[in-house]
């Protein structure tokens, strides 16, 4: 049986205190690019208690996608939004989740974003990184935005720190591995660069972010 919205507030009020949930269910968070980094980032901010989903990809969900992505089996074939979406609302029934199955670029990043509290970077390719991490800071200075580079292979988890680098920009990972060199993506260590730029999101969210 699922809890009631009210239940399920309740429960996590009692273990963050009412105003940070209360916070939390108020926000609102766009993450771009729904693989290994996204689709984890995604599921984090939910059993968190993010209110407010805007989940951005154009891709469909694959069979190699199931080794480090937050999708399933029975999956495959899915858009990766609707996929993504599906797997969100089992974890938190009560979340709004808004769905834009396109392409990011320089034309629509700013509709797809203009409401979010927080900007998630979430692409595989440095150019697309480079490109909306660019745009928000030169486009929309207002914004946060949690960006991520360098997650590849069995390195150290400890090489993977989170760098405050201006204002409103936080970049996430160890800045040198990359998915061409040797071994790729490993799940344990993209779900460790996804849990800080998770962990640096909800830390904006709740007024704890470094000075």
Do not use: W
């Not at 089992?90 to 769905?99: G, L």
Request: aromatic share 4%; charged share 25%; proline share 1%.
């Amino acid at each position: 049986m699922i809890p009631s919205k009210t239940e399920m507030q309740k429960a996590l009020s009692c273990r963050v205190g009412e105003d940070i949930a209360s916070r939390l269910n108020g926000s609102k968070v766009a993450v771009l690019g729904l693989g290994g980094l996204g689709s984890n980032v995604c599921i984090a901010l939910a059993r968190a208690g993010v209110g407010h989903l805007i989940i951005c990809d154009f891709d469909k969900v694959d069979i190699t996608n199931l080794n480090r992505q937050q999708y399933k089996a029975s999956q495959i074939g899915m858009k990766k939004t609707d996929a993504l979406k599906e797997n969100l609302l089992e974890i938190a029934p009560y979340i709004d989740v808004i769905t834009v199955d396109k392409k990011v670029s320089e034309e629509n990043i700013y509709e797809i974003c203009k409401d979010a509290d927080v900007i998630c970077e979430a692409f595989d390719k440095a150019d697309n990184k480079a490109m909306l991490v660019n745009f928000v800071l030169e486009k929309m200075p207002g914004k946060y935005i949690v960006s991520a580079s360098g997650l590849a292979g069995f390195g150290s988890m400890n090489e993977i720190r989170t760098r405050k680098m201006s204002d409103r920009f936080y970049l996430c990972g160890d800045l040198v591995s990359d998915v061409n060199d040797g071994i790729g993506l490993v799940s344990a260590r993209v779900m460790g660069c996804a849990s800080h730029e998770a962990q640096t999101i909800l830390r904006i969210l709740t007024g704890e972010e470094d000075e």
